[in-house]
């Protein structure tokens, strides 16, 4: 049974440059939601992603779009990008109104 | 005040103790809690949910005052491979799903 998975696991790219992440849920999984997490804090919420619809966003900038397809995988995109978006990007998949995440191993994005 | 608040630590404690931490949160109408684990540079897993009338796993207890608006996870007979960071979850309720996290507390077991 695969668990999450996140294309790639590392990035570099430079101030105001666009990045796309990758994520595939867990397989039975149809909500995928996505984090930020800085150095030495817990991640932060981004938004998630039902139906191919942006169901619930945090506090983030609409620099941060995404994008969820008919097979549940979803992209993170981000525009403009400054060096405060250097960070791990977790992506993590549950089933529909149940809480209970599994998250991939992360895309670390360095923005120099 | 931060909506969730944990104690960095790092908890430095040998192997076989018993080991406590606490996460405090805001936001009264939260329903749903969590606490994860996270390796160094690896994702969070699940750990377990926290229920009102408290749970146990193992080693592992989860505990919910709301009066007090904290959760607890105290771990028992600690082993070398228990150190992490430990995270707790908070879920708003009224339909919002906007988990929030706090930032982790650290667990160093030494032998």
């Known amino acids: 049974d695969a668990g999450v998975t996140q294309s790639p696991t590392h990035l570099i790219k430079t101030r105001g440059q666009q990045v796309t992440l990758r994520c595939s849920p867990k397989?039975?999984?149809?909500?995928v939601s996505w984090y930020q997490q800085a150095l030495g804090q817990g991640p932060q919420f981004i938004f998630q992603?039902?139906?191919?619809?942006?169901?619930q966003r945090g506090n983030f900038p609409d620099r941060f779009s995404g994008h969820q397809f008919p097979n549940y995988s979803s992209e993170l995109n981000v525009n403009a990008l400054l060096l405060g978006d250097s960070a791990l990007y977790l992506c993590?998949?549950?089933?529909?109104?149940?809480?209970?995440?599994?998250f991939g191993p992360g895309t670390r994005l360095t923005v120099t | 005040r931060k909506e969730v608040e944990q104690d960095p630590g790092p908890f430095n404690v040998p192997e076989g103790a018993t080991v406590a931490f606490n996460c405090t949160y805001s936001?009264?109408?939260?329903?749903?809690f969590f606490w994860y684990r996270q390796d160094c540079r690896k994702e969070p897993k699940l750990l377990m949910s926290?229920?009102?009338s408290g749970n146990e796993d193992g080693r592992f207890t989860a505990q919910l005052n709301r009066a007090s608006q904290y959760i607890s996870l105290l771990i028992r007979d600690s082993k070398l491979s228990d150190s992490a960071t430990y995270l707790c979850?908070?879920?708003?309720?009224?339909?919002?799903?906007?988990?929030?996290f706090g930032r982790g507390t650290s667990l160093i077991v030494h032998p």
């Open positions: 397989s039975g999984h149809d909500t």
């Open positions: 936001n009264s109408a939260s329903q749903s």
């Open positions: 992603y039902y139906e191919e619809e942006e169901r």
């Open positions: 926290v229920y009102s």
């Open positions: 993590a998949s549950s089933r529909d109104r149940t809480y209970e995440q599994y």
């Open positions: 979850v908070v879920l708003a309720s009224g339909g919002s799903y906007i988990p929030t």
